[in-house]
């Protein structure tokens, strides 16, 4: 079983709508969560992270994380083309972090 | 500015012809990490170092080299390199104290 699972998509979404990314991950012995935003050519950057089950929000960005059924998700309110990319989310500890494989996400205007 | 720099950004080459992809980081951190990164396999960890001199193993390690001689850099060798290992590389860094990596602008390898 993989550390961490991510639906590849890819998922296509209009201007203005509420994205939804999703993954689940096994192990609970980590301590935050992460969601890093890939555009092309690009290296992964940082978006936001999370160390507790609860919400987190960033702007039009919000983390969430469910420890009970270990679940991560990121919601994208408002999204704009300029939201058009590849989202990872991960988990970490210390310096070990595991990757999900991605969910592409494309915002027509 | 912090950042990971990655050279070259793109590199196409013949099997079995040695090659180094250079990584350079400016904020000091302690650990550096490679991965290389492939379609529906994602981010898979090659490499990792804890500090200067200090190196290991990753998820898949085969093939590939590296050392840590300064905190800064933490190259890649290939080599023989060969087309499988044709893949989009990344590398990577992050303090003890920090949350999670800086990553490199990528290394597109192809190995013909």
């Known amino acids: 079983q993989k550390e961490v699972e991510q639906d590849p998509g890819p998922l296509s979404v209009p201007e203005g709508a509420i994205v939804s990314l999703n993954c689940t991950y096994s192990n609970s012995a980590f301590q935050y969560f992460m969601w890093y935003r890939q555009y092309s050519r690009k290296g992964p950057e940082l978006l936001m992270y999370t160390y507790s089950s609860g919400n987190k929000e960033d702007g039009r960005f919000t983390a969430q994380v469910d420890k009970s059924s270990k679940y991560i998700s990121l919601f994208i309110r408002d999204s704009q083309p300029s939201d058009s990319a590849t989202y990872l989310c991960a988990k970490g500890s210390g310096n070990q972090f595991y990757f999900g494989t991605g969910t592409s996400l494309t915002v027509i205007p | 500015e912090a950042q990971v720099t990655q050279n070259p950004r793109c590199l196409i080459t013949v099997t079995g012809k040695k090659l180094t992809v250079t990584c350079s980081q400016n904020?000091?951190?302690?650990?550096m990490s490679w991965y290389r990164q492939d379609p529906g396999l994602g981010l898979r960890q090659i490499y990792y170092s804890m500090n200067v001199e200090v190196t290991d193993k990753g998820d898949v390690p085969e093939g590939y080299k590296v050392s840590r001689k300064e905190k800064r850099n933490f190259p890649l060798i290939l080599e023989s390199p060969s087309p499988n290992q044709t893949s989009l590389y990344f590398c990577?860094?992050?303090?003890?104290?920090?949350?999670?990596?800086?990553f490199g602008s990528g290394t597109r390898l192809t190995v013909v």
């Open positions: 990577a860094s992050s303090s003890t104290t920090g949350i999670g990596y800086t």
């Open positions: 904020m000091n951190h302690e650990y």
